[in-house]
């Protein structure tokens, strides 16, 4: 049985030969030239169509030494903060020609760094990393001079940019919120000692120290389940509860919510709480949790733009963009603010 051979990729040069142009003229029409007279253009696409050309755009690409592709990275699609983020990103690159590649990073130092070394790898022109979890020098080493921009942390790295917003703000507006509130015995779930995100830990460290405070700290995961598992634990232990909660984030925060409804406890009436990020969810009316803004798809945009300036060959030392946090009261610490 006679086998057939792949059929051959349409190359320029046949279209060249089909309008009877040179190969030079096609690559200028692909590129989108001026310099082409209209029926030029018109006859070059034409046979284009007809042949079934497709442009090989990586190759172009490469061959001005840029992918107009950028790697971003994610900490965790589970929270929809991120998902915020990313939005703010797409806005920030619309309109720039650049395409994104997304990979997850789930809290393990191993898999960003290799995602990372893979978006290299792939000849991205830059990488966004938005919830980085590893070092700065392992990070410095895996980009090998790739523009990075990081998002939610400041990393001392040259050529490494930062967008975040003041963390620590975020934690002792937290405090003084619910020390306004009355509250004295005010708890903080925290996140696990080892991820590199301790400003808002400090910032209310320090705000309960200011008020003559004794500070309690629980560590959780970052998830509605661990939030939820820590409260378990908490309640099992027959401990004298806290009358407030400032949560790492709005899902452990709302994790916390469901374990105290499951024991029969009223939020704010029993335990007044406060999440931070303000994710969508957060505003439900059947939540209402009092929040943290941390501005996520600004923090997007910001980078999104941070970014572009570098490729665009913008000069200069790292530069670290800082946003000012906001609190948004609701009805899980103040029964008056509605939901």
């Known amino acids: 049985m006679k086998q057939t051979s792949p059929a051959r990729s349409v190359t320029m040069e046949d279209v060249a030969r089909e309008a009877g142009v040179s190969r030079a003229l096609v690559s200028l029409v692909m590129r989108d030239s001026p310099k082409v007279s209209a029926a030029k253009r018109t006859a070059v696409l034409e046979s284009a169509a007809a042949l079934g050309y497709s442009p090989n755009r990586l190759a172009s690409r490469l061959a001005s030494h840029r992918t107009n592709t950028l790697g971003v990275l994610f900490l965790d699609l589970h929270n929809s903060v991120f998902a915020d983020i990313y939005d703010g990103i797409a806005e920030g690159l619309a309109g720039s020609g650049n395409q994104v ?69 975020s934690g002792a507006l937290a405090v003084e919120h619910l020390h306004g509130l009355g509250h004295r015995r005010i708890a903080h779930v925290d996140i696990s000692d ?12 320090h705000a309960m120290k200011q008020f003559g405070l004794e500070p309690m700290l629980v ?75 941390q501005h996520a798809e600004e923090l997007g945009r910001v980078a999104a733009q941070v970014m572009l300036d570098r490729l665009a060959g913008s000069a200069g030392p790292a530069v670290t963009r800082k946003l000012e946090p906001a609190l948004v009261v609701r009805s899980s610490s103040n029964p008056g603010a509605g939901p």
Do not use: Q
Not at 101 to 126: I, K, Q, W, Y
Not at 194 to 205: A, F, S
Not at 272 to 285: K, Q
């Open 101 to 169: 590649m997304v990979a997850v990073g789930s809290a393990d130092p191993g898999t960003e760094l290799e995602a990372v070394r893979n978006f290299v790898d792939l000849r991205v022109d830059g990488v966004i990393l938005a919830g980085y979890t590893g070092s700065a020098g392992e990070l410095d080493a895996a980009l090998r001079g790739t523009a990075a921009v990081v998002i939610t942390r400041e990393l001392k790295v040259d050529g490494v940019d930062s967008v975040l917003t003041d963390d620590f703000r």
């Open 194 to 205: 080892w991820l590199p995100y301790t400003d808002r830990r400090e910032g209310y460290l």
């Open 219 to 293: 560590h959780s995961d970052m998830t509605e389940r661990g939030g939820r598992n820590v409260m378990e634990r908490f309640l099992a232990s027959g401990a004298v509860l806290p009358t407030a909660i400032f949560a790492h984030n709005d899902l452990t925060a709302i994790g916390i919510m469901g374990a105290l409804a499951t024991h029969g406890l009223r939020v704010p009436d029993d335990v007044a709480i406060v999440g931070c990020d303000n994710i969508e969810l957060a505003a439900s009316p059947l939540i209402g949790l009092t929040s943290i803004d």
